[in-house]
């Protein structure tokens, strides 16, 4: 009489299933674990996010256009994230075998665009498509196809964070920090940190979560810390019409915090980093002290804690 396969094998044949794209399949094996070891967590925890799967996109075949396929797909992330936050445990193979399964999907979807040639010079695509080739672990493809669309999205946020993310996990730090660090200058909110994988923005978050922030406002501190801590500390000179952004939106954000300071708490973090950048530019350009100075005065007025850390 044949014995039945131990349920640690069919755990793992499942998450090479979904790996491979076969949702299906790894629901069966995991279903037929399920029976030899009902008690299992990891198994009713895998069933449960392979199901999931299966039900949100269920709608796929409506759409005929592919990019609108593998776009539906990947705009199902959002609301997995909120599925997974109400569970207490997390099973990280089981998640691995996830994100290559979603990413896997669409990237088939978006691999027949670019296939003539037409669509290589849509920065939209081919964001989609570096992200995709991150999520299969795929780095140096994902390098390529983010280095093409920064070409033509210079100062999106979240194309930047993307490169950025994959020149972390390639290695290539100095450039991961330079990349970062202007992501969240641009636009904070922008930069999705649940699809972050490098362990550089991941530490820096997580250290920025255990001071007490979350939601937008880790956001906003985030590159705060990231220059309290070292991890922002590629600089460089702004170019004239960067400079005088950055003074006019400096002026704005005193103004904004002046005029309501408890509601406008959030705009704190958000003119702390203005302020750390155009210190930054004039240490570069030795720009006259008293200018340094001056704007260390307004960090003290700010925030009289991040003063003292900054100036430590």
Same mark, same amino acid.
Request: no cysteine.
């Given at each position: 009489m044949e014995t039945k396969k131990p349920v640690t094998g069919l755990i793992q044949q499942a998450y090479e299933q979904l790996k491979a794209s076969?949702?299906?399949g790894a629901a069966a094996l995991l279903e037929e674990a399920l029976k030899l070891d009902f008690d299992n967590a990891e198994i009713k925890y895998a069933l449960k996010c392979v199901r999931w799967w299966r039900d949100n996109t269920r709608r796929i075949e409506e759409f005929q256009n592919p990019y609108e396929k593998g776009g539906f797909i990947l705009s199902?992330? %959002?609301?997995?994230?909120v599925f997974l936050d109400r569970f207490d445990e997390y099973f990280e193979q089981c998640q691995y075998a996830v994100r290559r399964f979603v990413f896997s999907s669409a990237l088939r979807c978006f691999e027949d665009l670019l296939g003539d040639g037409v669509n290589q010079h849509d920065p939209g695509l081919l964001l989609l498509v570096g992200r995709c080739y991150k999520g299969v672990g795929n780095y140096d493809e994902a390098l390529k196809y983010l280095e093409q669309a920064v070409r033509f999205k210079r100062e999106d946020a979240e194309t930047l964070a993307e490169l950025a993310d994959v020149n972390a996990?390639?290695?290539?730090? %100095?450039?991961?920090k330079v990349l970062f660090r202007e992501a969240f200058f641009l636009d904070p909110e922008k930069v999705d940190m649940r699809a972050m994988e490098s362990e550089l923005i991941l530490r820096l978050r997580d250290k920025t979560a255990e001071l007490g922030y979350n939601g937008t406002e880790l956001c906003e501190w985030i590159p705060v810390f990231g220059c309290l801590l070292g991890v922002f500390s590629v600089t460089r000179e702004l170019?004239?019409?960067e400079l005088g952004r950055l003074k006019q939106s400096i002026f704005s954000l005193e103004t904004e915090l002046r005029s309501g300071p408890e509601e406008n708490a959030h705009l704190k973090p958000k003119l702390i980093n203005r302020y750390f950048w155009l210190i930054d530019h004039y240490e570069n350009t030795r720009e006259n002290p008293e200018l340094i100075e001056e704007t260390l005065l307004k960090i003290k007025v700010t925030d009289p804690v991040i003063y003292e850390r900054?100036?430590?």
């Open positions: 076969d949702a299906a199902r992330l %959002k609301q997995y994230y996990l390639l290695g290539e730090t %100095k450039a991961a170019k004239q019409i900054y100036t430590r």
